[in-house]
């Protein structure tokens, strides 16, 4: 079985604050971190290796410093990793980003399975999993809270949607994006620490992937940011104390006083 | 204080942080609570590689790129203590039970062995102490009489620990009971063996995540060939086994002190009384500062001895003894301190300090009482004055 897994450096949302002038996020002082969500897809794709043997190939697109969560994932047991970087990589949108993800998952060649979390926890959007299945024109189980079968022909996997499971049964090569119901991500081994420090990780840019230049970054990209604010607070919360039966009528009263739709 | 770790060293102490953090700290009032041995934090460590740190590549782990092995050890088992010394000597109590294999064990016992112990396949302990001997080796009544290609084992070793986690384990028995300590064998007696089997748990005053038990030896035939060294040498084993493992203790020590420090610490920097934080107050101050400089001290010594042994160094002895004494005492004496600044909540047993407290007392007692570790020390004096004199 051979594994990608497509991971995303991310700042430490805790502490994250947005500059609401730039409508950008304040990054200075933040620490970077492995999007927590691509931890499962990780371990997913380890706990399928260590049973059916094969390779976890970990990939990321970023600035040349993203190699760090690369090495992070090496010493949890990836066992190879590869950084796409590339000036004109900058100012992807998801659209772009995948596209050259999946142009990476090309290159590395004869793949069964992607794997993403579910979302990273800067953007929020959920995309670039399906995305990278878009591009690859592979079949994608997004969402993805258990597998219960993987052999060399077909995956299937339960589908956590609200209100509800889908079992869906795929053939391969797939696009799963994973739940943290998944698994529990297991710790870095000294082992793999060791390994992390000394493994050779190569560069893709966009030459080495034989993309356009319309293809990746800022011109690839078919969305703009255009600003990024907190949503205005409304109203505030009212705060009332007093027995239940009370508190009970005040509700009802308010909420049928109320323009809530 | 730095003490300029290598890398290798910060990953390790990282990497025990981590555990720490995610496994040992949610758990610890529980399993102290309930005198539980921490399975499932054991199986973790041994993923991470963290048993295999004091043993050579050749047998299966890694103990070369840390240096050695003993300072990785009092790396890793400081920094869990800061969590829970009871989980903490429940990982270190491998390396003791190891290291008879380690030190004096032959060819064959350490390709047998140690691999498993490595990679945490299995765990080991170290069986030593007996009812009616505890400071005073030469007391051993457990007997091992030779009956052609076997020893046949009689009798009760005595608050084990480990006992009944582990399946290796290194016994020191009576083979010459008429030469007293230099009757004394060494044995490497594997779980299951017939004739072999557990007593009672201890109920502990603290370390109450660690098994201790007693080991109940009835007839039990083992192998001539696990046999630990020679004949007659199984108090040399012993001492060697301890001398080399007591940086482990203090280590231990060290790390429930400073977990200790690091709460009293945290606690008056929020205490509010008088319409000030409890830290602003002199009498406050003054405690944390000696605590702070004790804890200091006290990893100075334990590093210090540790990279001793690392370099090869065939004596340290009185080093290892020296460690072990200081950083046990100032561990009851910062534990008690950090009661004392917390107040009636360190009484209380929603916080960590008092289990500290408790877990701080064994460190005086165990891998050798401190009045022993100073009778060590002052024969290594009286010796290196008597040779200075010549």
Known sequence: ?261 | MNYYLSEELNDLKDLCAKIAEKYILPVRAELDEENRFPREIIKVMAESDLNGIYIPEEYGGFAETFGGGSMALTVATEELSKACGGVAVSYAANALGAMPILISGSEEQKKKYLPDLASGKKLAAFALTESEAGSDAGGVKTKAVKDGDSYVLNGTKQWITNGGEAQIYTVIAQTDPSRGTRGLSAFIVEEGTPGFSYGKKEDKMGIRASSTMELIFEDCRIPAENLIAREGHGFLVAMKTLNKSRPGVAAQALGIAQGALDEAAKYASERVQFGHRIDSFQGIQFMLADMATQVEAARALVYSASRMIDAGERKYEKESAMAKVFASDVAMKVTTDAVQILGGYGYMKEYPVEKMMRDAKITQIYEGTNQIQRSVIASALIKETAARGK
């Not at chain 1, 931890?39 to 094969?54: T, V």
């Not at chain 1, 990321?60 to 590869?82: F, H, I, K, N, Y």
């Not at chain 1, 970054?217 to 104390?241: A, C, F, M, Q, Y």
Request: charged share 25%; aromatic share 4%; glycine share 8%.
């Open chain 1, 1 to 261: 079985m051979r594994i990608v897994v497509a991971v995303k450096q991310v700042p430490d949302t805790a502490e994250v604050r947005i500059d609401e002038e730039r409508g950008t996020l304040i990054r200075e002082g933040i620490p970077s971190i492995l999007n927590p969500f691509d931890e499962y897809a990780l371990e997913e794709a380890m706990k399928w290796r260590d049973k059916l043997g094969g390779t976890v190939t970990v990939i990321t697109m970023g600035p040349p410093q993203a190699e760090a969560v690369l090495r992070e994932a090496v010493s949890m047991g990836a066992d190879e990793a590869v950084l796409l970087s590339d000036r004109a990589f900058a100012g992807a949108d998801t659209w772009a980003t995948s596209h050259t993800l999946a142009k990476a998952v090309e290159k590395i060649g004869d793949i069964d399975i992607v794997m993403t979390g579910k979302q990273a926890i800067d953007g929020d959007t959920a995309q670039t999993g399906p995305s990278i299945a878009a591009s690859l024109d592979w079949p994608q189980i997004t969402f993805v809270g258990f597998v219960r079968e993987l052999n060399q022909d077909s995956i299937v996997a339960e589908r956590y949607v609200e209100g509800g499971c889908e079992v869906i049964r795929s053939s391969l090569p797939v696009v799963i994006t994973v739940l943290k119901d998944a698994n529990t991500p297991r710790l870095p081994s000294l082992r793999g620490k060791m390994k992390s420090r000394k493994i050779e990780i190569p560069v893709w840019g966009r030459e080495d992937l034989e993309l356009p230049e319309d293809e990746v970054g800022l011109d690839g990209s078919p969305t703009r940011v255009v600003k990024i604010t907190t949503p205005e607070i409304l109203s505030n919360g009212e705060i009332h104390h007093g027995e239940s039966e009370k508190l009970a009528k005040l509700l009802v009263d308010s909420l049928l006083g109320s323009e809530v739709p």
